[in-house]
């Protein structure tokens, strides 16, 4: 398939464009723009480049979740609107911990994606790749960190955007786990592109597309306590 995929779910703000397993043109930017600022227009220049247009694509992906609220769902409402307006497009949603042990999916072994949800908690996920394939071995969660050591029972690869804190202060007197290099440890596009590659089935409709936050929204922690 050729496929758009946007990642908004952190600090970067991430676009690609693959055709099957190729990378055709990739940006992220660590950025202080808000995302809705910077993500549509960084889109529509890697089509350009690419000589395509929306009607071009076959399918649109973006990170689904955990991440930040609001950068989720600039990007879920990105790609509904993008797909409403060319009704062949297939969209997915990514589990963002997925797509983070896609982008380190040439370790052969078991990958530890780990992002900061807040003091003490992460979100995390664990995934093993055969260097080429990645399945999910243990659903994704949002947990407190001691419960990362349970998932640390043979050699792991780290990723994620604490994933050094998590290896310096849980992990180091493990030689046998590791973190990814620094240029892999942050949210990517391409990464999605490959997820959603692999697992075409996936695909939803615009109005099935949902963001995957893992913990309550405050919204939601808001309305629970007005309706007690």
């Given at each position: 398939m050729k496929i758009l995929a946007i990642d908004t779910s952190g600090k970067t703000a991430s676009a690609a464009v693959t055709d099957g397993w190729l990378l055709l043109a990739e940006k992220t930017v660590y950025t202080t723009l808000t995302h809705s600022?910077?993500?549509?227009?960084?889109?529509k220049e890697l089509?350009?480049?690419?000589?395509?247009?929306?009607?071009?694509?076959?399918?649109?992906?973006?990170?689904?979740?955990?991440?930040?609220?609001?950068?989720?769902r600039i990007g879920i409402?990105?790609?509904?609107?993008?797909?409403?307006?060319?009704?062949?497009?297939?969209?997915?949603?990514?589990?963002?911990?997925?797509?983070?042990?896609?982008?380190?999916?040439?370790y052969r072994g078991r990958i530890l994606p780990v992002m900061r949800a807040r003091k003490d908690i992460v979100y995390a996920g664990l995934y093993e790749s055969d260097g080429i394939t990645v399945r999910n071995i243990l659903p994704d969660r949002v947990c407190a960190?001691?419960?990362?050591?349970?998932?640390?029972?043979?050699?792991?690869?780290?990723?994620?955007?604490?994933?050094?804190?998590?290896?310096?202060?849980?992990?180091?007197?493990?030689?046998?786990?590791?973190?990814?290099?620094?240029?892999?440890?942050l949210q990517k596009a391409s990464s999605l592109c490959m997820a959603f590659e692999a697992a075409p089935a996936r695909a939803v409709t615009p109005d099935e597309l949902e963001a995957?936050?893992?913990?309550?929204?405050?919204?939601?922690?808001d309305k629970a306590h007005r309706d007690k």
């Open positions: 600022q910077i993500i549509l227009p960084m889109a089509l350009s480049d690419c000589g395509l247009n929306f009607s071009d694509l076959d399918g649109i992906a973006c990170a689904a979740g955990p991440g930040s609220y609001t950068g989720l409402a990105a790609v509904k609107g993008i797909a409403m307006g060319c009704p062949t497009l297939k969209c997915a949603g990514i589990s963002t911990l997925e797509a983070l042990a896609w982008g380190c999916a040439p960190e001691t419960e990362l050591e349970a998932m640390a029972d043979g050699a792991l690869l780290l990723t994620g955007d604490c994933c050094s804190e998590i290896a310096d202060t849980m992990f180091a007197d493990r030689e046998d786990i590791i973190c990814a290099p620094s240029a892999m440890r995957a936050y893992l913990q309550e929204t405050k919204a939601e922690k």
